[in-house]
């Protein structure tokens, strides 16, 4: 009995070392593709540049700081002052930005009037070509 365990030990000891070895000798498999011409890379199926989502929590803004004070106010509080702000932002955007903002708006916590939303995510889906 005492010699199946010293063999399990032994065997893991060898398993973590060869595990260890493996990572360290195995290079980064994220590649990093920069693109600034504002263009999709292509590196992608879908392009990052017109996803909703938020891959990570770096904060892009448009000129447009002064939104900031929206955050965690419900859209139907919106004063018309507030509404218009938005609305000013929104059509000042090219139309490749506006994915962008979006993602930006849901990182800063802050929601859309039903009808900005609506007609920001139909420029992105047309964007998009669904």
């Not at 540049?49 to 803004?61: A, F, G, R, T, V």
């Not at 004070?69 to 004063?79: N, Q, T, V």
Request: proline content about 2%; aromatic content about 6%.
């Amino acid at each position: 009995m005492l010699v199946l365990v010293a063999v399990l030990v032994l065997f893991g000891v060898i398993l973590l070392i060869i595990t260890y070895l493996n990572r360290k000798n195995k290079p980064d498999e994220i590649e990093i593709i920069e693109n600034n011409d504002g263009e999709c890379c292509g590196a992608h199926e879908v392009c990052d540049k017109d996803s909703l989502l938020s891959s990570q929590d770096k904060i892009e803004y448009f000129d447009d700081e002064e939104l900031d004070k929206l955050a965690g106010i419900e859209p139907k509080d919106f004063s018309n002052e507030q509404i218009t702000q938005l609305s000013e932002v929104f059509y000042t955007l090219k139309e490749n930005e506006i994915a962008a903002w979006l993602r930006s708006l849901q990182l800063r916590c802050i929601d859309l009037p039903i009808d900005i939303r609506e007609q920001a995510l139909l420029i992105v889906a047309e964007r998009r070509g669904i």
